[in-house]
């Protein structure tokens, strides 16, 4: 019986209710007076300085991925972008990957440290490794990784991961620092949530890899994560381990994309059911290449048009959480997507482990192929060239604005006095330690125009105070 309240899988991921959410939305998908009233719906309102977004249910967004009369779609396309101005603006929170240890004990057929595969050499980081890795980081300008391990429970026990993220934040090279770390490892138990949240992790991300229990068993045909209930459940036990901020996804390509679509607005329902409080982000990851992977054997691809239709469902359907894309995603299609409604990309990644420390792209251990290979420096300057206020950003998580904390912000309207100009603050310190002199112009141009638009006096006065505080060697103010 479908229950959004319920702290069992099998209920707020009902598959009956999956079912009957498809079969609504192909019954529907050319009723264009529900569209119409949907499209109506979901609109940012006003009210004073305050701005309001809907978001949509489920059935209703699906019926808007069903719908492909022309006209319609591209007022999707409109609105996500109008939705993405109304509470993003036209800031990029900028982030990269740190792979840990690819031991695994798991089986997942897509990802090629599954157990069975004899060919990948096993790497594990030490914590001198570590170090290198995060200096390596902070000198190219990163301020907010995201840690990514494989499951091996004598390997990488949690302990190894609390000590690697208090070395990580340990480092403070130059003017670098780490100043979040997010974290996505397997699912764990409410114990290990709150020793991680104790570390001071920002977002707990896991992706559910597929919402659909019986391909999920097929595809996770061994290990814990076998497990689809304990995988499902895994952001309630992060939330009782009084983690705020958890992130979701699917990756796109395992099973059709509709039913995923339906069952990840249904886990964000529940998360608000059950908690109050939606997820944090939700990821877009697509299936990828790699070493004892051929993306030929999974027969559910989505063609560029379909995801970026998907990006646009997601900004329309969960307004306030935050969507990432990663450099599984080429320049050109980060570009389309960009647009549509993603707050945070990352820049410069490498999926092997120890992948930073080396001069040249190391192969052997890489989780997928990496499609965007641009260093951080030009991706900064693309994200410039085309509008946007590339953000290094902390600061919510550090004055404690997580959870329902930081939807109210979202909600109150505040986000131009608040992150506007964090951005801005974030990117002068890049700018003046890590940019190249063209990316150095360009950056300093767009500060300049992007002051005006915080609308409080007060706040923009201390932001000029602070940018030339910056300029002459200070560094990490945050309204
Ligand atoms: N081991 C952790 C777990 O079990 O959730 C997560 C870390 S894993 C390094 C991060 C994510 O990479 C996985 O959740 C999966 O969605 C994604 N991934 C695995 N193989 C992939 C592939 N071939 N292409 C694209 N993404 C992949």
Same mark, same amino acid.
């Given at each position: 019986m479908y229950n959004p309240a319920s702290p069992s899988a099998d209920e707020f !991921? %009902?598959?009956r209710e999956v079912l009957d959410t498809l079969e609504y939305a192909a019954r529907?998908?050319?009723?264009?007076?529900? !569209? %119409?009233?949907?499209l109506e719906k979901a609109k940012p309102r006003r009210l004073g300085k305050e701005v309001h977004c809907s978001g949509l249910t489920h059935r209703e967004a699906s019926v808007l991925l069903a719908c492909e009369l022309p006209e319609k779609v591209k007022a999707m396309y409109d609105l996500a972008e109008e939705i993405k101005k109304a509470f993003y603006g036209n800031r990029i929170v900028i982030f990269a990957p740190l792979?840990?240890?690819n031991y695994c004990v798991n089986g997942c057929v897509y990802c090629p440290y599954h157990a069975k595969n004899r060919k990948i050499p096993r790497v594990k980081l030490g914590q001198e490794d570590i170090l290198r890795e995060v200096n390596a980081l902070q000198d190219m300008g990163h301020k907010r990784l995201a840690l990514e391990c494989g499951e091996h429970p004598s390997e990488n026990p949690i302990e190894y991961v609390l000590d690697?993220?208090?070395t990580i934040y340990s480092v403070k090279n130059k003017n670098g620092a780490i100043r979040r770390v997010n974290v996505n490892i397997a699912a764990?138990?409410?114990?290990?949530y709150r020793k991680l949240r104790d570390a001071g992790i920002g977002t707990y991300i896991l992706f559910q890899e597929t919402y659909h229990k019986e391909s999920y068993h097929t595809l996770h045909p061994s290990g814990p994560k076998h497990d689809y209930n304990y995988h499902t459940e895994a952001m309630d036990r992060a939330m009782q381990g009084g983690i705020d901020d958890v992130g979701l996804g699917v990756l796109f390509g395992l099973e059709r994309y509709r039913y995923e679509f339906a069952a990840l607005l249904m886990h964000a329902e529940h998360l608000e059911a059950a908690f109050g409080v939606g997820p944090h982000t939700i990821s877009m990851p697509r299936i990828k290449r790699a070493d004892d992977i051929d993306v030929n054997d999974f027969n559910n691809a989505i063609s560029d048009g379909t995801f970026a239709k998907l990006c646009a469902l997601v900004r329309i359907a969960v307004p306030y959480t935050g969507m990432i894309i990663s450099t599984r995603e080429s320049q050109d299609v980060r570009e389309k997507v960009i647009r549509l409604g993603v707050s945070q990309i990352s820049g410069a990644s490498r999926t092997s482990v120890g992948g930073y420390g080396e001069e040249e792209r190391p192969h052997d251990t890489e989780q997928f192929d990496v499609s965007d290979q641009r260093a951080l420096d030009e991706v900064i300057k693309w994200l410039m060239d085309l509008g946007y206020i590339p953000s290094f950003c902390t600061a919510c998580y550090r004055e404690g604005r997580t959870g329902d904390r930081f939807m109210s912000l979202c909600k109150s309207g505040q986000i131009q006095n608040c992150c506007h100009p964090?951005?801005?603050m974030t990117l002068k310190e890049y700018l003046m330690d890590y940019a190249k002199p063209a990316t150095r112009k360009t950056g300093e141009k767009l500060i300049e125009r992007e002051i005006p638009a915080i609308p409080?006096?007060?706040?923009?006065?201390?932001?000029?105070?602070?940018?030339?505080?910056?300029?002459?060697?200070?560094?990490?103010?945050?309204?």
């Open positions: !991921i %009902d598959h529907n998908k050319n009723n264009v007076e529900l !569209i %119409d009233s949907l792979y840990l240890s690697s993220i208090s764990t138990s409410v114990e290990n964090n951005a801005l409080n006096d007060k706040i923009r006065e201390k932001i000029r105070f602070w940018l030339s505080d910056i300029e002459n060697g200070k560094r990490d103010f945050r309204v």
